[in-house]
Structure formats: C-alpha cells, structure tokens
C-alpha cells in the first residue's frame, strides 16, 4: 500500500526557512512528476511546485524565487525548501504526484508568525 508521509513543518517567523520532506512508501516515485501542494482553511488545494524525472522543476508565481522543490529518488524522498517565508505561506503542506495518483498524506503545518 502507497503511503506518502509529510514532515518538517512547525512555527517560524517572518523571513525564516523550513525544509520538508514527503517520504513515499510502499512504491516508487521514479517514473512520476512529484508535486508540493498546499491548503488553507476554505480553500483548495494549491499545486506550488513540481518536478519531474529529468530533474526540470516549476513553481507557482507565489513561491518562484523562494521555495525549491527536490528529489531523491532512490530515498523515494520528496523535499521543498522554503525560504524567505512569509505569514501568507501558512498552510498545510503536502506532497503528490502531479495528478494527485495517491492517497493524501496527513501533511505538515507550516505556520509563519511573529
């Protein structure tokens, strides 16, 4: 059974840096784009990052320039390194492939406050 597990998330202040990471078990991620997404109370869930096997990635306008999705693919370990965080960055993080293939991990919240 695929499970995707989130982790890394916590509390930070305005400026400051988390790293998550999305540990996939139960299959492998090699031959699929992954994906960050991320979700606010009443609102959908945001795709924000992406890559895919060749290693190219993509970014939504809101975190180009200061997240920075990666892979290790024989850790079947997904990551995104936030940076330059900001109170609107708040949100539930989670990771997929790019067409949602799996069932949801529980994600990890990202809470960005003074």
């Known amino acids: 059974q695929v499970q995707l597990v989130e982790s890394g998330g916590g509390l930070v202040q305005p400026g400051g840096s988390l790293t998550l990471s999305c540990k996939l078990s139960g299959g492998s991620f090699s031959f699929y784009a992954m994906a960050w997404y991320r979700q606010t109370p009443g609102k959908e869930r945001e795709l924000i990052a992406h890559i895919i096997s060749d290693g190219s990635t993509n970014y939504a306008n809101s975190v180009k320039d200061r997240f920075t999705i990666s892979r290790d693919s024989g850790e079947n370990t997904l990551y995104l390194q936030l940076d330059s965080l900001r109170p609107e960055d708040t949100a539930v993080y989670y990771c997929?492939?790019?067409?949602?293939?799996?069932?949801w991990g529980q994600g990890t919240q990202v809470t960005v406050s003074s």
């Open positions: 997929n492939t790019i067409s949602d293939r799996w069932t």
